[in-house]
């Protein structure tokens, strides 16, 4: 299996009907890998079936289904009335997620008509875009409970006004786990969004780069440092391009599925009273 392995990851091109794994009874083939690649987006599917690691796991959990179902047969089980239903039912699914996948890359729009709506979007109604003033932040954070915090906040502050990367001493100092990976950062936030000593004391930092002395709160001692200010307004085009881009390809993309679902909805009939036999039947 290692060695069929080898040879699909090194072949530029491989037969169909490959095999990659078997048993006494079942085979799985570079096909039937492909088919379960459906179920998920195309991005994912290269990036699982370009690694020779990923393709021998899902190689060799396939073969094991197939075995079980080739055992299942033998046992009679497909036979069931209930099991048949569902084996009809998963058909179903893949044939429908198929014809779905084929319906959005026809209604795919090409990226000068989603820039193009994306923009008239944002000019029809810029009030959406409307956000509050917003401040952006670090800081570094000693708890409270630390054994003596207060002094450990000094020390740190003392060596970032002596010259000391104020992000680097976040991601080493810091107990605030949450920021202390990101160098401090705490991002951009509207007032009120902070407790009042931490406010307080931003508020008196003016310009990008200064810093609070050691400032306590009921979290522990912070040292602050300011990043940016933002007026309230609307944001620029530049900064919701990307999600209503995002927007419009989806808006799109649905209305193409909904269209297709709505030609078969059209044609459909129910039983109300077989259904409401079959719920009452099942209540008992």
């Not at 705490?186 to 007032?191: A, E, I, L, N, Q």
């Amino acid at each position: 299996m290692l060695a069929a392995l080898a040879s699909f990851a090194s072949a530029q091109v491989l037969a169909a009907d490959a095999v990659l794994a078997e048993t006494k009874d079942a085979k799985i083939t570079t096909m039937d890998i492909k088919g379960d690649a459906l179920r998920f987006p195309v991005e994912v599917q290269k990036a699982n079936l370009s690694k020779p690691e990923n393709v021998l796991q899902i190689a060799n959990n396939l073969v094991i289904r197939r075995q079980l179902a080739l055992n299942a047969e033998a046992a009679g089980i497909a036979k069931d009335p209930a099991v048949m239903a569902a084996l009809h039912i998963a058909r179903d699914k893949v044939l429908s997620d198929a014809l779905i996948a084929k319906i959005d890359a026809a209604a795919k729009p090409k990226p000068e008509t989603v820039e193009r709506l994306a923009l008239a979007n944002y000019k029809a109604n810029p009030e959406r875009f409307r956000a509050p003033a917003e401040t952006t932040a670090r800081h570094i954070l000693i708890k409270m409970e630390t054994p003596d915090a207060k002094a450990k906040a000094e020390a740190i502050l003392a060596q970032l006004k002596a010259g000391a990367d104020f992000a680097s001493l976040a991601r080493e100092k810091s107990e605030d786990p949450g920021s202390a990976v990101n160098g401090g950062s705490v991002g951009s936030f509207p007032k009120n969004t902070m407790v009042a000593p931490f406010e307080k004391a931003l508020d008196k930092l003016e310009k990008p780069g200064d810093m609070s002395g050691v400032v306590e709160t009921q979290f522990g001692y912070h040292i602050i440092k300011l990043e940016g200010r933002r007026p309230a307004g609307i944001r620029p085009y530049d900064e919701v391009k990307a999600a209503l881009q995002r927007e419009v390809e989806t808006k799109i993309l649905s209305d193409a599925r909904v269209a297709e679902v709505q030609k078969v909805q059209d044609l459909v009939k129910v039983d109300k009273d077989a259904i409401s036999a079959f719920a009452a039947s099942n209540s008992k």
